[in-house]
C-alpha cells in the first residue's frame, strides 16, 4: 500500500513538472540553479558599487579642480530634486504601464514589440558610449604599439569673437576610435540578439558609470533620496503589479538577469532571476558619498564605506532570501535603505563623528564663494 502511494505521489510530481514546462515553457529551477542565479546577481551589483565608488573618488577630485579653475559649482542633486525624485520616476513607470497595458489582444502584442525595438534603440547608443567610458584605459593599453594615438578634434561653434559658443567640442585618438569600435560590436550583439550575457555586460557599466558620475552633494540629500525611493518601491511593488509588469515586459538593460536553469540549458537558458539597476545605482550613489566622506576625515581605514557596503551586501542577501521563501517579487529597498542609511548614522553615533557626517559637503558653497572672494581682492591689490 505504501509502495502505491509513493508511485501514485511520483506519477503526481512527474505530471506537474510536465504541466508546468508545458504551460511556461520554461524548465523549473533547481535549488543548485538558485543559488546560482541569486549568487551571480549579489556579485554583479556589488562589485559596480565598489569599483564604482572609487571611480567617484577620482571624479570628485577632478571636478574640484575644475571648480577652483572657473569658478563653477558642479552640478549635484539638491535636496529638493531628491525629494520630488520619487515623483517623476512614478510617473514614467506608470506611462510605461499605461502604453502596455492601453491596447488588447494581438495589439498589445504590437505595442510591446513597438516600444521595445524603439527602447532598444536608444539604449544601443548610450550602453556603446557607457562601455567606450568604462574600458576605454584597458582597450588602449591592449592595442598594439604599431597604432599610433593620432589626436582628433571635432569642434562646432556658434558666433564669433568673445561670442562664440562651442556645441560640439570632443577630442580623441585612435585608440578611441578601436574602443569604440570594440564597443559597438557588444551593442550590435544586444541589439541582434537580446543576449542575457550582452543585457548585463551593458546593465554593469550603466551601473559603474552612475556610482561614479551621479553624486548627491551632503548626507541629508541622500537620506531624502533613498527614504523617498523605499516608499516608491514598496508600493509600486506591494500595492500594484505596475513594477513587476514594467521590468517583465520591457526587454531593455536596466535590470541585470541571470538564468536560474542554466545548469540544465546553458547559456541558452530563460528561466530569470532579475534585480533592477535602480536597486545598485540609487544606494551605490550614497555608498560613494561615504567613501568621499572617508577620505575628508584623513583616516587610514575607510570605515563607513566598507561598514555600509557590507550593509548592502547584508539588505542584498537578505531580499533574496525573503523573495525564495515567500516566491513573490519584493521592493529591495525596503530592505536596503534601512541597512545602507542606519549603519553610518549608527556607526558615526558611536564614533562622535555625527555633526561631521551631517555637515560635510562635496563642494561646500561658502568655501567655494570665500576662494572666489580672496582672488579678487588679489588681483585687485595687483591692479592698484
Not at 7 to 29: C, D, F, K
Not at 175 to 182: F, N, T
Not at 322 to 340: R, S
Amino acid at each position: 500500500m505504501a509502495s502505491e502511494v509513493n508511485e501514485i505521489g511520483v506519477q503526481a510530481a512527474e505530471n506537474l513538472t510536465e504541466n508546468n514546462e508545458a504551460i511556461t515553457g520554461r524548465i523549473p529551477s533547481t535549488s543548485e540553479g538558485m543559488v546560482l542565479a541569486y549568487g551571480s546577481l549579489i556579485i554583479m551589483a556589488i562589485l559596480p558599487i565598489f569599483f564604482g565608488s572609487y571611480r567617484a573618488v577620482k571624479h570628485h577630485k577632478e571636478q574640484q579642480q575644475q571648480c577652483k579653475k572657473s569658478g563653477e559649482q558642479p552640478d549635484t542633486m539638491s535636496r529638493k530634486e531628491a525629494a520630488i525624485f520619487p515623483f517623476i520616476s512614478s510617473i514614467t513607470l506608470v506611462g510605461l504601464y499605461v502604453l502596455y497595458k492601453s491596447y488588447t489582444n494581438v495589439f498589445q502584442i504590437f505595442a510591446k514589440e513597438f516600444v521595445n525595438q524603439i527602447l532598444a534603440a536608444y539604449f544601443f547608443f548610450l550602453g556603446i558610449l557607457a562601455l567606450c567610458h568604462l574600458t576605454s584605459p584597458l582597450i588602449s593599453s591592449l592595442v598594439p604599439a604599431a597604432i599610433p594615438k593620432t589626436q582628433y578634434h571635432i569642434s562646432f561653434t556658434k558666433g564669433e569673437g568673445d561670442k562664440v559658443e562651442h556645441i560640439i567640442n570632443y577630442k580623441f585618438n585612435l585608440h578611441d576610435i578601436v574602443c569604440l569600435i570594440c564597443c559597438s560590436l557588444v551593442g550590435t550583439w544586444y541589439l541582434v540578439k537580446k543576449h542575457w550575457i550582452a543585457n548585463n555586460l551593458f546593465g554593469i557599466a550603466f551601473a559603474i558609470n552612475g556610482v561614479e558620475l551621479l553624486h548627491v552633494n551632503n548626507v541629508p540629500t541622500g537620506c531624502i533620496l533613498l527614504c523617498g525611493l523605499l516608499f516608491y518601491d514598496a508600493f509600486w511593488v506591494f500595492g500594484t503589479d505596475v513594477m513587476v509588469t514594467v521590468a517583465r515586459s520591457f526587454e531593455v538593460p536596466i535590470k541585470l538577469v541571470f538564468p536560474q536553469d542554466i545548469l540544465e540549458k546553458g547559456l541558452t537558458a530563460s528561466n530569470f532571476a532579475m534585480l533592477g539597476l535602480g536597486d545598485i545605482v540609487l544606494p551605490g550613489i550614497f555608498i560613494a558619498l561615504l567613501l568621499r566622506f572617508d577620505n575628508s576625515l584623513s583616516r587610514k581605514t575607510n570605515v563607513y564605506f566598507y561598514s555600509t557596503f557590507f550593509a548592502y551586501f547584508m539588505g542584498l542577501l537578505a531580499t533574496m532570501l525573503i523573495m525564495h521563501l515567500f516566491n513573490h517579487a519584493q521592493p529591495a529597498l525596503l530592505y536596503l535603505v534601512p541597512a545602507c542609511l542606519g549603519t553610518p548614522l549608527l556607526l558615526a553615533l558611536a564614533k562622535g563623528d555625527l555633526k561631521a557626517l551631517f555637515s560635510y559637503e562635496d563642494h561646500p558653497v561658502n568655501a567655494t564663494q570665500t576662494e572666489q572672494s580672496a582672488q579678487t581682492q588679489v588681483e585687485t591689490k595687483k591692479d592698484t
